[in-house]
């Protein structure tokens, strides 16, 4: 069993950053897979980026190519995202997640073990 807690969304103007972190309960959080997914009502969870468990692999969605940096620091358990020249189209409730193995890049929400209960980030003027 994985616990994953993600903190650092909040409210931003268009044009700002914001660093996500998600921290991670146990011992096997470098054996696994992360990625990052956001969601907005009604709505499925779209796939954002991932990492594979060395952070050899890292993936993105084209939406934010570019502007998205996921990492992570097994050391520490944690996981990030940071999130540079941010939108309004940015804004979305953000979750973290792992998996011990994935099939195919990008990954599927349904293809992730443990989740976080995510986070807010806003993105208004």
């Known amino acids: 069993q994985v616990q994953l807690v993600e903190s650092g969304g909040g409210s931003v103007q268009p044009g700002g950053s914001l660093r996500l972190s998600c921290a991670a309960s146990?011992?096997?959080?470098?054996?696994?897979?992360m990625a990052w997914f956001r969601q907005a009502p009604g709505k499925d969870r779209e796939f954002v980026a991932g990492?594979?468990?060395?952070?050899?692999?890292?993936d993105y969605a084209d939406s934010v190519k570019g502007r998205f940096t996921i990492s992570r620091d097994n050391a520490k358990n944690t996981g990030y995202l940071q999130m540079n020249s941010l939108n309004p189209e940015d804004t979305f409730i953000y979750y973290c997640a792992v998996a011990w193995y994935i099939s195919r890049w990008p990954p599927t929400s349904m293809g992730m073990d443990y989740w976080g209960k995510g986070t807010l980030v806003t993105v208004s003027s």
């Open positions: 990492i594979s468990s060395s952070g050899a692999r890292t």
């Open positions: 146990g011992r096997t959080f470098s054996m696994l897979s």
